[in-house]
């Protein structure tokens, strides 16, 4: 790791390679790691992790065809993005940058064909907790002729502490024309940092500071309103979070506060007023939609342990 720094520097493609540097918050600090990656092979040595330790398994949970054809600011999360294919693919944990390459995925559509890809960037989900949203773009295959089917790691990507290898995971794609669903729910104690790193244009909003607890919501892929606005407060009421307090007993309650706004990713904060354990978050259906304006289905994830 390179020395921590006291503030961000401006994102910039190394004359070496094909790597999109920033500076981002890591367990050791805020430090520089490359955020996006051309390389077409697999260059992390084998160094003989599990693909399971202490109860936590290295697997994939989504893979989302989020669109055919990106829009002209790919061109920002990598160079030469414009125009090809997006699939944002959200791991069990948070991963370590300095062991990802484009090379460590294989893409399978239902002919059976792969192809290289040309990148994959953690852009824009960089705030603490979220490195574990991958976005894949490259030839990924027109949904309505030859439609990817299946994304596996096939090369040596290893967790952001060190303790896993994500080779061999593998998961189904959810199909172009389907909606976002939420993947992931986890009680957080960095709430306070969200929107207070990285350049602006990937910092989300803050909860309000008398927020007691807060659990960040992790759709398939980024989510707005149909007109292209950030959710409200009308969706703030929208989300059910099912806590249970000492006694045991259960109350559904709606989040005092929606945070992690406007920073284009497909992470919500969740801001609560109850130190109540959580149990699960729901989101009604028709509401939000993924950058190819599929609506969302209703959906419900169980909330997991802090981290």
Avoid at 19 to 32: E, Y
Avoid at 116 to 145: F, K, N, Q
Avoid at 253 to 272: K, Q, Y
């Amino acid at each position: 790791m390179r020395s921590i720094a006291k503030r961000w520097k401006r994102a910039v493609f190394p004359a070496q390679g094909m790597a999109l540097s920033l500076l981002i918050a890591s367990g050791s600090g805020v430090v520089a790691q490359d955020v996006s990656n051309r390389d077409l092979a697999d260059i992390t040595p084998n160094i003989g992790l599990p693909r399971s330790s202490d109860g936590v398994t290295a697997e994939l949970l989504s893979a989302f065809h989020g669109l055919d054809s990106l829009p002209l600011i790919a061109n920002v999360i990598c160079r030469g993005g414009w125009g090809k294919g997006g699939m944002p693919v959200i791991f069990a944990t948070e991963v370590d940058l300095d062991t990802l390459q484009a090379g460590d995925f294989q893409v399978t559509r239902q002919s059976g064909e792969t192809r290289p890809l040309h990148c994959v960037s953690v852009l824009p989900a960089v705030d603490p907790g979220e490195l574990r949203t991958v976005l894949l773009i490259g030839d990924l295959g027109p949904s309505d002729i030859d439609p990817p089917v299946t994304v596996e790691v096939i090369g040596h990507l290893h967790s952001i502490d060190g303790t896993l290898d994500y080779q061999g995971a593998q998961v189904a794609v959810t199909p172009l024309a389907d909606g976002p669903s939420l993947v992931l729910a986890q009680t957080v104690k960095d709430w306070t940092l969200v929107g207070e790193l990285g350049p602006r244009r990937v910092r989300g909003s803050l909860c309000p500071k008398d927020t007691v607890s807060a659990v960040r919501v992790t759709w398939a892929g980024g989510v707005t309103l149909a007109n292209g606005d950030e959710p409200g407060e009308d969706e703030r009421l929208l989300y059910r979070v099912t806590v249970e307090d000492d006694a045991g007993a259960q109350r559904d309650i709606t989040p005092a506060a929606l945070a992690d706004l406007g920073d284009g990713d497909n992470n919500h904060m969740l801001c609560l007023d109850t130190t109540n354990r959580v149990l699960s978050v729901s989101f009604p259906a028709g509401i939000l939609v993924d950058p190819n304006k599929d609506l969302n289905p209703a959906t419900t994830v169980e909330v997991d342990a802090p981290n």
